[in-house]
T-cell receptor
Framework: DAGVTQSPTHLIKTRGQQVTLRCSPK?????VSWYQQALGQGPQFIFQ???????QRGNFPDRFSGHQFPNYSSELNVNALLLGDSALYLC?????????FGEGSWLTVV | KQEVTQIPAALSVPEGENLVLNCSFT??????LQWFRQDPGKGLTSLLL?????REQTSGRLNASLDKSSGRSTLYIAASQPGDSATYLC?????????????FGSGTQLTVLP
C-alpha cells in the first residue's frame, strides 16, 4: 500500500516564476493538507482540502492556491515566487484519526 | 492563536541514556497531540498520538504524556540508541469548523552518541 506520494522531490525556480507541486494521498484517505517547513522550523499549515473544496486556510497569501481532484489527489500552486518561499513543502493525508505525511518537495527559489 | 514551544532545541546524549523532550502549548482546546520524528531531508513519521481524553500513550521504548490543563506534553525515550538521532516534533491538533489542522513546535534535534 503506497503511502503519501509527492512530486517533484526537488526543484529550483527563479524569483517571480510559478510552481506546481503534486500529492497523491494514502489509499482510503479523502482529506489532504499542505504544510510549509522552512529550514530549522516546524511545519506551518497552508490549507486543507476535502471534497474538492478548500476547508481551512492558514496565514498564507493568495499567491498560494490549491486544488483537489475527484480521485483525492491535490496540487499546490505558488505564484510570483519570492526568495522566502524556499522551503520543504509537505503534503499530509488523513482519515478518521490518522495522518500520514509524504517525503515532501524541496523548493529553492533563486 | 495556538503556539507550541519545544525545549530544548537541541540535545546530545550518550547511548543508553533515558531522556525527556518537552512540549508546551498555549491553548488547551485541542483534540489531540502527536509526536513526530523527522530525519534530515525527509518527511514526518508519526510516533505517538494522544487523544485529548487520554493521559499517555506508549510504543516500545517511547512514552508520551499529555496534561491538557497545564498545556504540557513530554516524550520519554528509554535506553536511547544512535538510531534515535533525529528531530522530534510535537504537534497539537486543533479544529476550525469542519477542518482540522496541526500546529507544530520547532522541534528538538536529538543526537545520540555511540
Amino acid at each position: 500500500d503506497a503511502g503519501v506520494t509527492q512530486s517533484p522531490t526537488h526543484l529550483i525556480k527563479t524569483r517571480g516564476q510559478q510552481v506546481t507541486l503534486r500529492c497523491s494521498p494514502k489509499s482510503g484517505h479523502d482529506t489532504v493538507s499542505w504544510y510549509q517547513q522552512a529550514l530549522g522550523q516546524g511545519p506551518q499549515f497552508i490549507f486543507q482540502y476535502y471534497e474538492e473544496e478548500e476547508r481551512q486556510r492558514g496565514n498564507f497569501p493568495d499567491r498560494f492556491s490549491g486544488h483537489q481532484f475527484p480521485n483525492y489527489s491535490s496540487e499546490l500552486n505558488v505564484n510570483a515566487l519570492l526568495l522566502g518561499d524556499s522551503a520543504l513543502y509537505l503534503c499530509a493525508s488523513s482519515g478518521m484519526n490518522t495522518i500520514y505525511f509524504g517525503e515532501g518537495s524541496w523548493l529553492t527559489v533563486v | 492563536k495556538q503556539e507550541v514551544t519545544q525545549i530544548p532545541a537541541a540535545l546530545s546524549v550518550p547511548e543508553g541514556e533515558n531522556l525527556v523532550l518537552n512540549c508546551s502549548f498555549t491553548d488547551s482546546a485541542i483534540y489531540n497531540l502527536q509526536w513526530f520524528r523527522q530525519d534530515p531531508g525527509k518527511g514526518l513519521t508519526s510516533l505517538l498520538l494522544i487523544q485529548s481524553s487520554q493521559r499517555e500513550q506508549t510504543s516500545g521504548r517511547l512514552n508520551a504524556s499529555l496534561d491538557k490543563s497545564s498545556g504540557r506534553s513530554t516524550l520519554y525515550i528509554a535506553a536511547s540508541q544512535p538510531g534515535d538521532s533525529a528531530t522530534y516534533l510535537c504537534a497539537v491538533g486543533v479544529s476550525s469548523g469542519s477542518a482540522r489542522q496541526l500546529t507544530f513546535g520547532s522541534g528538538t534535534q536529538l543526537t545520540v552518541l555511540p
